[in-house]
C-alpha cells in the first residue's frame, strides 16, 4: 500500500510563500508519477504541477513561474514551493502518486492552503 502524507500548509498573505512537503512510501519506486493536485470548493480538480514519465517537468499554465516542483530521494520526499501566492490559490492541496500512465493515483489527506486578499 502506497502511503503519502502532506504537510507545510497554512495561512498567508497575497504575496507569500509555502513549501509543501509530501513523505512517500514509494517515492523510490520509479513506476511512479508524482504530482501535487488542489480543490478548491465548486471548483474541478487541478494539477497542479508534477513528474512526467520522462522525469520532466509539468505545471499548471496558473502557477507555472510561481510554483515549484522538486523531491529527494532520501528521505523520500516531495516539495511543492509555492511563492507570489495568490487569493485564487486556495485550496486543498493533494500529493498524488500514479502508476504511470495508467489514471491509478494513491492520494494523500491533503493540507489546506488559505492566501488572504
Known amino acids: 500500500q502506497v502511503h503519502l502524507l502532506e504537510s507545510g500548509g497554512g495561512s498567508v498573505q497575497s504575496g507569500g510563500s509555502l513549501r509543501l512537503s509530501c513523505a512517500a512510501s514509494?517515492?523510490?519506486?520509479?513506476?511512479?508519477?508524482m504530482a501535487w493536485f488542489r480543490r478548491a470548493p465548486g471548483r474541478e480538480r487541478e494539477k497542479v504541477a508534477g513528474f512526467a514519465a520522462d522525469g520532466t517537468t509539468i505545471y499548471a499554465d496558473s502557477v507555472r513561474g510561481r510554483f515549484t516542483i522538486s523531491q529527494d530521494r532520501s528521505p523520500n520526499t516531495l516539495y511543492l514551493q509555492m511563492d507570489s501566492l495568490k487569493p485564487e490559490d486556495t485550496a486543498m492541496y493533494y500529493c498524488?502518486?500514479?502508476?504511470?500512465?495508467?489514471?491509478?493515483?494513491?492520494w494523500g489527506q491533503g493540507t489546506q492552503v488559505t492566501v488572504s486578499a
Open positions: 514509494e517515492y523510490a519506486d520509479r513506476r511512479f508519477c
Open positions: 498524488s502518486a500514479e502508476l504511470c500512465n495508467t489514471g491509478l493515483y494513491h
